[in-house]
């Protein structure tokens, strides 16, 4: 099936600091999103992506959507402590009837 | 407006038990699923159903069964606990053309 690889596992940094992380897929997606899990929360979604090459922005959060379709990534800018959470990036293709393959997850933890 | 309501929020289980986990959606969604999340793993599909009278197997069916009883509510059933179902279980939401998917807050399973 298909498999979607997120790195970095976690990330400890500090206030302040921006944050890059990343997903790669050995198929290709038509549809990519990032979410974000609080703890004891489901995920809520922070960005979706629809078209290879596009850049989108939500506040301090930037998301693009590789151009080959098999990678996207997400980045944080001026992190707060608030940005501690899980960050799960997701991939969709048409066939899946709105089905997402979910990557690993990437911990952010941010010290004050 | 609840959004996407799970019960319980928590249980624990002895090996054989049976148990249902409930789930409803308020925003008139056609489109339901069932996840499961696992430490340091991202959220794996059990099953889902596109649309009310449909269901379908995901990435990991064994184990368990699943009943769109209508629009609203989509249950899972564990018929025989096992320890290797210890896991958070998540039901979400959304339409086949939105590709967001709207979680509930998560139902903590033990089995012992």
């Known amino acids: 099936g298909q498999q979607l690889n997120q790195s970095p596992q976690s990330m400890f940094i500090q206030e302040g600091e921006d944050v890059s992380m990343n997903c790669t897929s050995s198929?290709?997606?038509?549809?990519w999103l990032w979410y974000k899990q609080d703890p004891g929360e489901g995920p809520v979604l922070l960005i979706a992506?629809?078209?290879?090459?596009e850049l989108t922005s939500n506040g301090r959060l930037t998301a693009q959507f590789g151009i080959t379709r098999k990678d996207s990534f997400l980045n944080i800018s001026a992190s707060i402590p608030s940005d501690v959470g899980i960050y799960f990036c997701?991939?969709?293709?048409?066939?899946?009837?709105?089905?997402?393959?979910f990557g690993d997850g990437t911990t952010l933890t941010v010290k004050p | 407006n609840a959004g996407v309501t799970q019960t319980p929020k928590f249980q624990v289980l002895k090996t054989g038990q049976s148990m249902t986990l409930q789930c409803a959606q308020d925003?008139?969604?056609?489109?339901m699923y069932w996840y499961r999340q696992d430490p340091g793993m991202g959220l794996r599909l059990i099953y889902y159903?596109?649309?009310?009278?449909?269901?379908d197997k995901g990435e990991v069916p064994n184990g368990y069964n699943v009943s769109r009883l209508n629009k609203r509510e989509f249950s899972l059933r564990l018929e025989s606990a096992a320890p290797s179902q210890t896991s958070v279980y998540f039901c979400?939401?959304?339409?086949?053309?939105?590709?967001?998917?709207?979680f509930g807050q998560g139902t903590r399973l033990t089995v012992v």
């Open positions: 979400a939401s959304g339409t086949v053309m939105n590709t967001e998917a709207f």
């Open positions: 198929s290709i997606f038509n549809t």
């Open positions: 992506l629809y078209k290879a090459g």
């Open positions: 997701a991939g969709q293709d048409n066939t899946n009837a709105g089905k997402s393959t």
């Open positions: 925003m008139n969604h056609n489109s």
């Open positions: 159903s596109a649309s009310e009278g449909t269901t």
